[in-house]
């Protein structure tokens, strides 16, 4: 968290501009190299369903093609997040890609049994975690203020981007060739470990040998600094609590537009329409809301936002036509991209370098694993409750949950401290052997119960 604010204090300045943040040279290093990366894994995904159901005619196969990905992050998430603290950023990025990149080269072979294929997957998919991981705890590193707000925006929505693009591209290459569409991944993950090589410094590690432990220790100390620092827990809660909700139409999407079948519009085209609103808007929100308003107007709009993005689902009580389902997924999507990024910065600024990587590790399982709950959930409730219904209360809930979190907001006090306290850290030049302690601040009983513009 593909994981703040960039000050607390009431900003003065305009947003910082993309061509700002484009400036940075190894901002458009990684951006490039990220960018290829996500369109050739999408492609994969897509080609790699088609591959293992034409050898196999078997939809749970196929399903379980695609579902691999995510098992490195169910499984092991945070401990491989935390390799990337212990050796370079590019080292482990490059690293990665072209073990990512020999993999699907051997995936692409002809002849490959399913069970060969979905062994290679797994492997592959073991490097997202800590690349992904180095990549996050970088760009405060590259980018400085604002522009770390703006840059995780333009990362978001790009991301989403190249979902729609991958997908649309890897389903027609795959039509006529699986193994082609491979090929064209493993490409991508050669030409990003070039970018990543030669167009980012070759930083020490954050972690020297004289400060690792057990890798298992370490890792639970990002599952203490995420959760045990009033801050720090309270943006895991909102972002946790966004992607609880926000995910569920998408999740739903073949079932609600098997369900209104009829209505004048095709049930394919529905469920593409649904699908893919959330993405659009998620598109929209980050590169609107990220370069058109001044950081403290983002600021003033977090919470708003947060509770935003469940609220506008609430109407699918109603039943509305699937155009008006793509259009409140849409609206969610928007929201969500509003306040992420923000998230993501000031969740940044407030961490020691020590611990970014590790705390990405922790925040991106997490939200792996919440949007897998929350479809799953819902669709066990839809097996038994019409899908409006279920979308409806589901999301009113998160109504109720989204205003018991942005109420409960720490002070702006607490989170400057937080802010503080990892500028301090990182000032120290080593990272701790364990996570800091608390700052005063943040004991005080009262602050957490105080309202402000502090945001995630």
Same mark, same amino acid.
């Given at each position: ?14 947003? $910082? ?167 064209? &991944?493993?490409?991508?993950? /050669? ?10 410094? &070759? ?60 209505? /004048? ?50 109407? $699918? ?43 990405? /590790?922790?925040?991106?399982? @997490? ?24 979308? /409806?209360?589901?999301?009113? $809930? @998160?109504? @109720? ?35 800091? $302690? ?19």
């Amino acid at each position: 968290m593909e994981a703040t604010v960039s000050d607390e204090r009431p900003a003065r300045e305009g947003p $910082a501009t993309f061509r700002e943040v484009f400036a940075q040279v190894e901002y458009r290093a990684v951006f490039a190299a990220s960018t290829l990366s996500w369109i050739g894994d999408y492609i994969a995904k897509a080609a790699v369903t088609v591959l293992v159901y034409r050898e196999t005619d078997s939809v749970a196969l196929s399903a379980a093609a695609f579902a691999v990905s995510y098992l490195p992050w169910l499984v092991g998430g945070p401990l491989l997040a935390t390799l990337a603290e212990r050796h370079r950023y590019r080292s482990v990025m490059v690293t990665c890609d072209l073990l990512r990149m020999a993999l699907m080269l051997l995936v692409a072979i002809p002849g490959n049994p399913p069970w060969l294929i979905l062994a290679l997957l797994f492997a592959a998919t073991l490097a997202n975690p800590p690349s992904q991981a180095a990549r996050s705890a970088l760009m405060p590193l590259i980018l400085a203020g604002d522009r770390l707000v703006v840059g995780l925006s333009i990362n978001a929505s790009v991301g989403q981007a190249a979902q729609v693009v991958g997908y649309l591209v890897g389903a027609t290459i795959a039509v006529v060739s699986p193994t082609l569409a491979l090929l064209i &991944n493993a490409a991508t993950f /050669g030409a990003s470990a070039l970018l990543v090589r030669f167009g980012l410094r &070759n930083r020490p590690p954050v972690m020297s040998p004289a400060h690792r432990s057990h890798l298992l220790r370490e890792t639970g100390q990002g599952f203490q600094i995420v959760f045990g620092r009033p801050v720090l827990r309270a943006i895991a809660v909102l972002v946790f609590s966004a992607m609880l909700f926000s995910i569920v139409p998408e999740g739903l999407a073949a079932a609600w537009a098997a369900e209104r079948a009829g209505d /004048g519009v095709d049930t394919g085209v529905a469920q593409a329409v649904i699908m893919a609103a959330n993405p659009v808007g998620f598109i929209l929100g980050g590169l609107l809301v990220g370069r058109a308003l001044s950081p403290d107007r983002r600021l003033a709009l977090m919470r708003p936002l947060a509770v935003l993005a469940p609220l506008v689902l609430v109407p $699918a009580l109603l039943d509305p036509p699937p155009l008006v389902v793509a259009v409140l997924a849409a609206i969610c999507g928007f929201a969500v991209a509003g306040l992420l990024p923000m998230a993501n910065g000031l969740f940044v600024r407030a961490l020691p370098d020590g611990y970014r990587a590790r705390a990405f /590790g922790v925040m991106a399982s @997490g939200m792996q694993i919440i949007q897998g709950l929350a479809v799953l959930v819902t669709g066990l409730l839809a097996e038994r409750f019409r899908i409006p219904l279920v979308v /409806g209360m589901w999301s009113a $809930a @998160g109504v @109720g949950l989204m205003l018991l979190a942005t109420l409960t907001w720490p002070s702006r006090e607490s989170v400057q401290a937080a802010v503080d306290q990892a500028t301090r850290d990182n000032a120290a030049g080593a990272a701790p052997a364990s996570p800091p $302690a608390r700052t005063p601040v943040d004991e005080r009983p009262g602050d957490r119960g105080r309202h402000s513009h502090a945001v995630t």
